[in-house]
């Protein structure tokens, strides 16, 4: 079993920027590609990026390209979203979720955190 914990969530003002954190424990970490999620109050949740398993490649939702970045620090046995840029329509309760990528398809596991709340204020 992989146990996967967000934190770095909180309220921040449009235009600011947040870094969060999906820390792993539990069965190998490296062996999985990583995701985030994001579930906005009334909506369903939604796919925000993805990591390769070695971070060799990323790939974003079209609504956070170009102002979020996924990282992963192995060692540490850590996901990083980094959120710059921030919108109010940003906010929302991110998950972070082990899985594959094939190509621009993401594959998800049962592995899920328990998520960190993002507040964005106008």
């Known amino acids: 079993q992989v146990q996967l914990v967000e934190s770095g969530g909180g309220l921040v003002q449009a235009g600011g920027s947040l870094r969060l954190s999906c820390a792993a424990s539990g069965r190998t970490f490296g062996g999985y590609a990583m995701g985030w999620f994001r579930q906005g109050p009334g909506k369903e949740r939604e796919f925000v990026g993805a990591?390769?398993?070695?971070?060799?490649?990323?790939y974003y939702a079209d609504n956070v390209k170009g102002r979020f970045t996924i990282s992963r620090d192995d060692a540490k046995n850590t996901v990083y979203l980094q959120m710059n840029s921030l919108k109010p329509e940003d906010t929302a309760v991110y998950y972070c979720?082990?899985?594959?990528?094939?190509?621009?398809?993401?594959?998800?596991?049962?592995?899920w955190g328990q998520g960190t709340q993002v507040t964005v204020s106008s």
């Open positions: 979720q082990a899985g594959a990528m094939y190509g621009s398809s993401w594959y998800g596991s049962d592995y």
């Open positions: 990591i390769s398993w070695n971070g060799g490649r990323t």
